[in-house]
């Protein structure tokens, strides 16, 4: 990682570098995944809306990494939003993305582990989705210590699998350890 780099918390108004670099990243990492309308053509405008609504509502930090001003990643991270799991101990990072020209260089990492820290502590277990036949993202997960838990679903009303990856973290403090 570079030495420029600076992690902060996202805030109002950071929607619009957040859903550019989120749409830049899909379109490198899903292309020949995931079908192209899904990731082609998407409104700039209603994703920023989104993010910013996403901002608003603080269900957990999104922690964004800039150089020199410019964002170059961000991680989303909030109690776990799956029917099948409760959301008082199991957290999610619900996107985790850096900009395709800076992968490979320790910042998804960063990210990752900021994410954990804010989980450890509040949370049992850490959680994402990640679709199937993402290889290299799989392989990144797998190196941080997560593994497929059995859950699949569907990437956005088409036929793609997406995988659940969760990883135990140290028990919350604050909570009986049967509980």
């Keep these: 990682m570079s030495p420029a780099a ?7 108004g950071d929607g619009a570098a957040i859903a550019a ?12 995944i995931v079908p192209a309308e899904l990731i082609e053509h998407p409104d700039l405008a209603e ?8 901002l608003l509502a603080a269900a957990g930090p999104t922690f964004l990494l800039e150089d020199g001003g410019r964002l170059i990643g961000f991680c989303y991270a909030r109690p776990s939003p799956d029917a099948d799991l409760d959301s008082h101990i199991t957290a999610e990072i619900s996107n985790l993305h850096v900009s395709p020209t800076r ?8 990210l990752f582990a900021t994410a954990r820290r804010w989980a450890e502590g509040r949370f049992r277990d850490l959680t994402l989705w990640v679709l199937q036949e993402n290889r290299p993202a799989r392989d990144f997960y797998e190196k941080l210590g997560m593994a497929p838990d059995g859950a699949a679903r569907t990437y956005h009303g088409s036929d793609v699998r997406v995988i659940r990856y969760r990883l135990t973290l140290s028990p919350p403090s604050d909570t009986h350890p049967l509980k």
């Design 6 to 12: 600076k992690l902060r918390t996202a805030g109002p």
């Design 21 to 32: 670099l989120h749409l830049a990243s899909q379109r490198a990492a899903y292309r020949g």
């Design 47 to 54: 994703r920023t809306r989104d993010w910013e609504e996403t």
């Design 103 to 110: 992968r490979g260089r320790g910042h998804g990492s960063v």
